[in-house]
Antibody
Framework: QVQLQESGPRLVKPSETLSLTCTVS????????WSWIRQPPGKALEWIGY???????NYKPSLQSRVTISVDRSKNQLSLELNSVTAADTAVYYC??????????????WGQGTLVTVFS | EIVMTQSPATLSVSPGERATLSCRAS??????LAWYQQKPGQAPRLLIY???IRATGIPARFSGSGSGTDFTLTISSLQSEDFAVYYC????????FGQGTKVEIK
């Protein structure tokens, strides 16, 4: 079964770039869409964006100017870059499979998530 | 943005009892709703999609209902492993989540 695991720095300084990687195991990253979702402490989950295995991506409009999601098929990985971070970007970051080619759908499975803290 | 509101925030239930969780959308989302379960330190797990279809491997004690703006997740007889936080998510227009309902042992 497909499993996802996030990795990357847990601490990021304000104004710098948050970079995370999600490694997909037990299956191929090909022919699927993959998303990043985050959850600030005490707040709701927030979809950030998705990437298709071709590399085409779509982002939440309010984050679009700061976000880049990419895919590396050779490594079966997707990546997230969020620049100019502030304390408001402190959150648990998850990667997940979804949506699918039919359009808006659910996410399944998810990674365990990684807490990234923005502080100086 | 479609706002999802879950109630109650916390639900105290005894093992073996029924739990009923609510989720309301700020506008009609047809049946484009999913439910997830999350335990501490674990990934969210898909329970229900399209408002009422159980995901693969999900026990029959979990059921979903509703359409339009009002949705319900019912756990017919709570087992010890069901105490967790539950989230609803709409996928009618982009993707947004509710704040979650924590189901705790009474």
């Amino acid at each position: 079964q497909v499993q996802l695991q996030e990795s990357g720095p847990r601490l990021v300084k304000p104004s710098e770039t948050l970079s995370l990687t999600c490694t997909v195991s037990g299956g191929s990253i090909s022919n699927d869409y993959w998303s990043w979702i985050r959850q600030p402490p005490g707040k709701a989950l927030e979809w950030i964006g998705y990437v298709y295995e071709s590399g085409s991506a779509n982002y939440k409009p309010s984050l679009q100017s700061r976000v880049t999601i990419s895919v590396d098929r050779s490594k079966n990985q997707l990546s997230l870059e969020l620049n100019s971070v502030t304390a408001a970007d402190t959150a648990v970051y998850y990667c997940a499979r979804g949506p699918n080619s039919s359009g808006y759908t659910w996410f399944d499975p998810w990674g365990q998530g990684t807490l990234v803290t923005v502080f100086s | 943005e479609i706002v999802m509101t879950q109630s109650p925030a916390t639900l105290s239930v005894s093992p073996g009892e029924r739990a009923t969780l609510s989720c309301r959308a700020s506008q009609s989302i047809s049946s484009n709703l999913a439910w997830y379960q999350q335990k501490p330190g674990q990934a969210p797990r898909l329970l229900i999609y399209d408002a009422s279809i159980r995901a693969t491997g999900i026990p029959a004690r979990f059921s979903g209902s509703g359409s339009g703006t009002d949705f319900t997740l019912t756990i017919s007889s709570l087992q010890s492993e069901d105490f967790a936080v539950y989230y609803c998510q709409q996928y009618y227009n982009w993707w947004t989540f509710g704040q979650g309902t924590k189901v705790e042992i009474k």
